[in-house]
C-alpha cells in the first residue's frame, strides 16, 4: 500500500507543481517505525515529526541513511528546544524571537547553525499557531543577528476544508509574503500544503509538502 500511496503522491505532485522541484516530507506522527523504514527504502528522503519525545523513541530504530532528512513539523516549546536542536536537521515551526535565541543558544552549544523556517499565521483559527505575517520583517532582522540559525524559508497551513480549493486564497497569501523577503533573505523553501490540499499549495508556489496520510494511510496513535 505505501508503495502505491507513493506513486500516486509523486504522479500528483507532477502535475500539479509550479517549480522543477518539490522536496516531499513523509509526515510521521503516530506512524510505526516499519512503516516509516518501509517508506525510505521505497525512496523518500525526508521525515517529519511533531513530537521531540516521539522522534526520541523512534529515531532510534529507523534506518537512516546519509541522506535522510529529519524535519521537526510540530509546535515548538522551549523546554523541548535542546532535544530538537540535537536531533533535527530543519526546524519547520518558528514562531517567535524568543524560540530562536533558544535554538540559537542550544545550537551554538554543540556548534552547529540549525536551519529553520518561520511559521507564519494565513488562518483565523485560534487553533493555529504562527507568527502574524506583518512582524516577519522585524523577526529576520533580529534573526539575523544570530549567528548559530539559518532561516531558509516559510511555512505555512491553510485552514481545513472539505472543499480544498477554498484554500487556495491562504495559500496564495503565503506565496506572497514568501516573495516578498525571498531575495532579501536568500530563502529557497516554501514549506505548505498537506495531504488533503498539497496540489492547491503547489500551483499557489509551494515547494516542499508534507504527506502523511497520502503516503502511510489512516493515523494510528500508537508507535
Known sequence: MISENIRDILSKIEAAKKYPSVRVVAATKTVPVSSINEALSLGITEIGENRVQEAGKKFPLINFSSKLKKHFIGHL???????AVSTFDLIQSVDSFRILETINFHAAQIKKVQEC???????????????????????LQ???????????G???MAPYFDKKELSRPYYASAYKYYSK??????????SMGMTGDFEIALAEGSNMVRIGTGIFGERRYNI
Do not use: C, H, R
Not at 518561520?118 to 512582524?135: M, T, V
Open 77 to 83: 516549546q522551549s523546554n523541548k528546544v535542546k532535544k
Open 117 to 139: 523556517l518561520i511559521e507564519i499565521k494565513i488562518s483565523n483559527e485560534e487553533s493555529k499557531y504562527g507568527l502574524l505575517p506583518q512582524n516577519i520583517g522585524s523577526l
Open 142 to 152: 533580529e534573526a539575523a543577528l544570530l549567528k548559530n540559525i539559518k532561516i531558509i
Open 154 to 156: 516559510i511555512m505555512a
Open 181 to 190: 523577503f525571498a531575495d532579501e533573505f536568500s530563502f529557497t523553501v516554501l
